[in-house]
C-alpha cells in the first residue's frame, strides 16, 4: 500500500459555522474554505476522509480540570452575563470570548485530534490531518488564546498508551506554551517550538526553558525575532529537528501548523511564505515516522486556506496546479488566483550569529540526553472504554484555577522588544524578568491577550 493511501484526513463540515465575534481574528471558516480547496483539486480522493467523533466530557477531562469542563460545557452569552466572576475563574474573555457553541466548536476540534491518534495506534495511518485541531494555549484549568480545549494535549496522551515517545512540534509563531507545560516533567514527550520571543504573546518560550525533573532538556525552545525568512528558518529548523530525531527517536509525531508564521499575518510577524512553511511539513514527513498535522494560529485567512490545502498536497505527495481551482469562496483569492503565498521584503532581524547560538545551545543540550531513553511500558487496554459524559473521574485537581491578566496586565510583566534585540552578547540568552515554570514546572502564565 503506498503512502498516499495510508493518509487520513478528519473534517467536520459544521466546524465552519462558528464565530468567535465581530472583529476577533480567529476565523473557524478558514477551515472550511481550506477543504474546499482541497476537495476542488481532488485531494480527497487520494485519502481516507473521514468526519470525527465529537470529544465527550470525560475525554476533555483525561487532561483538563472536571470543574473547568463542565462549565465550559453549559457556558452560553447569556451565562457569562449573569455570572461573569465564574467566567472569569476559567476564561479571560479578551482573548476568549463567550459565542454560541464553544463547547460544541471545541469539541470538533479535540475530537478529531483524538481520532487521529487512535488511527496512528491502531496501525491504520501513517499520517493523519486535522486542521481544526492545534488549540496550543489552552491550559489545564482553563482557556487561554483563543483555546478552549487542548486537544494537542489530549491527543498526546493517547499516542502514549502505545508510544514509548512522542514529539511535539509546533511552527505556529507563538510559543507552544500549553502543550510544553502539560509535559514539563517528563522525558516521553519532548516539545520542540520555533516561535516569536519578546514583547509577544505568550512571553514564554526562552531558550533556557529546557524542562525540569526527568524532564531536563526535553522542552526545546527556539526564540526568533521579527522577519525570519525561509532560508534562515530552513537552516535552522533542519539541523535542530534532524537531531532531535535522531536522539529522541519517537514514536510518534504531532506537528502543530500554525500559519500565522507566514508572511502577511494579520498577527504574524514572521517572514515565511507558503512553501517555506510546508517545507517543515515535508522535511518532517521524509523521516517516515507515523504523523499527526494539526492547524493552530493563522490569521489572513485565505493565506491559511491555500497553506493547509497546499500541505495536504505535499503529505499525500500529490503535486496540484498553481492556479487555483473555482470554489465557492474563488473571489477571496483575487487578484493573481494563485496557490501561493510569497515572502515579502521585510527585514530579517535574525542575524546569522544570533541563529548560530542557538544552534550551538540546542546541540549542546540534546547530545546530554543521549539516545532514545528507555521507558517501561504498561499493558494497556486496545481502546479506552467509551464513557457516558457524567462518568467523569473524582479524583482531586491538584491545582485551583487562577485568575486570568487583561493584555495590558500581562505586557507589563513581559520584557520589552528593545532589551531582547539590545545585545549580541551570549547575555542575550540569560532570562530576564519573564514569567516563567523552569523551576516548578507547573507555575501558570499569563493569559494570551490580543495576538495568538
Not at 28 to 55: C, E, F
Not at 76 to 93: H, S
Not at 432 to 449: C, D, E, F, V
Request: overall charge negative; aromatic content about 10%.
Amino acid at each position: 500500500m503506498t503512502l498516499a493511501k495510508r493518509v487520513t484526513y478528519y473534517y467536520d463540515d459544521e466546524v465552519g459555522n462558528y464565530n468567535y465575534g465581530y472583529n476577533h481574528p480567529m476565523k473557524p471558516y478558514r477551515i472550511r474554505m481550506a477543504h474546499n480547496i482541497i476537495t476542488s483539486y481532488g485531494l480527497d480522493k487520494k485519502m481516507t476522509v473521514m468526519r470525527p467523533s465529537r470529544a465527550t466530557a470525560h475525554q476533555m477531562t483525561r487532561f483538563h480540570c472536571d470543574d473547568y469542563v463542565k462549565y465550559l460545557s453549559r457556558l452560553t452569552p447569556e451565562l457569562a452575563e449573569v455570572d461573569p466572576m465564574q467566567l472569569n475563574r476559567y476564561i479571560c474573555t479578551e482573548d476568549c470570548p463567550v459565542f454560541d457553541g464553544v463547547y460544541e466548536f471545541s469539541s470538533i476540534s479535540a475530537g478529531g485530534s483524538i481520532a487521529a491518534a487512535k488511527r496512528i495506534n491502531h496501525g491504520e495511518s501513517d499520517i493523519v490531518i486535522n486542521w481544526a485541531g492545534g488549540l496550543h494555549h489552552a491550559k489545564k484549568e482553563g482557556a487561554s488564546g483563543f483555546c478552549y480545549i487542548n486537544d494537542i494535549v489530549l491527543a498526546i496522551l493517547e499516542l502514549l498508551r502505545y508510544h514509548q515517545r512522542v514529539l511535539y512540534l509546533d511552527i505556529d509563531v507563538h510559543h507552544g506554551d500549553g502543550v510544553e507545560e502539560a509535559f514539563y516533567s517528563t522525558d516521553r514527550v519532548m516539545s520542540v517550538s520555533f516561535h516569536k520571543f519578546g514583547d509577544f504573546f505568550p512571553g514564554t518560550g526562552h531558550l533556557n526553558d529546557i524542562g525540569v525533573g526527568k524532564g531536563k532538556n526535553h522542552a526545546v525552545n527556539i526564540p526568533l525575532r521579527d522577519g525570519v525568512d525561509d532560508e534562515s528558518y530552513r537552516g535552522i529548523f533542519e539541523p535542530i529537528m534532524k537531531m532531535v530525531m535522531e536522539r529522541f527517536q519517537p514514536g510518534a509525531v504531532v506537528m502543530q501548523c500554525g500559519t500565522d508564521s507566514l508572511s502577511g499575518d494579520r498577527i504574524g510577524c514572521f517572514n515565511l511564505s507558503m512553501r517555506g512553511h510546508a517545507a517543515c511539513v515535508d522535511f518532517m514527513k521524509s523521516f517516515g515516522v507515523p504523523m499527526i498535522c494539526l492547524g493552530g494560529g493563522g490569521y489572513t485567512i485565505r493565506n491559511v486556506a491555500r497553506t493547509w490545502a497546499y500541505e495536504t498536497s505535499v503529505l499525500l505527495g500529490e503535486p496540484v496546479s498553481s492556479v487555483l481551482p473555482y470554489t465557492e469562496h474563488y473571489d477571496f483569492f483575487g487578484p493573481d488566483f494563485s496557490l501561493d503565498v510569497p515572502s515579502s521584503n521585510m527585514e530579517n532581524h535574525n542575524t546569522p550569529e544570533y541563529l548560530g547560538k542557538i544552534l550551538v545551545a540546542i546541540s549542546e543540550r540534546l547530545r546530554e540526553i543521549g539516545h532514545a531513553p528507555g521507558v517501561q511500558m504498561q499493558e494497556v487496554p486496545r481502546d479506552w472504554p467509551e464513557e457516558s459524559d457524567g462518568e467523569h473521574d473524582d479524583r482531586e485537581m491538584d491545582r485551583k484555577p487562577e485568575s486570568k491578566q487583561t493584555r495590558r496586565q500581562r505586557e507589563a510583566r513581559i520584557v520589552p522588544i528593545t532589551e531582547v534585540y539590545e545585545s549580541e552578547d551570549e547575555d542575550e540568552f540569560a532570562p530576564r524578568n519573564l514569567s516563567s515554570y523552569r523551576h516548578t514546572g507547573t507555575a501558570t502564565r499569563p493569559a494570551r491577550g490580543g495576538a495568538k
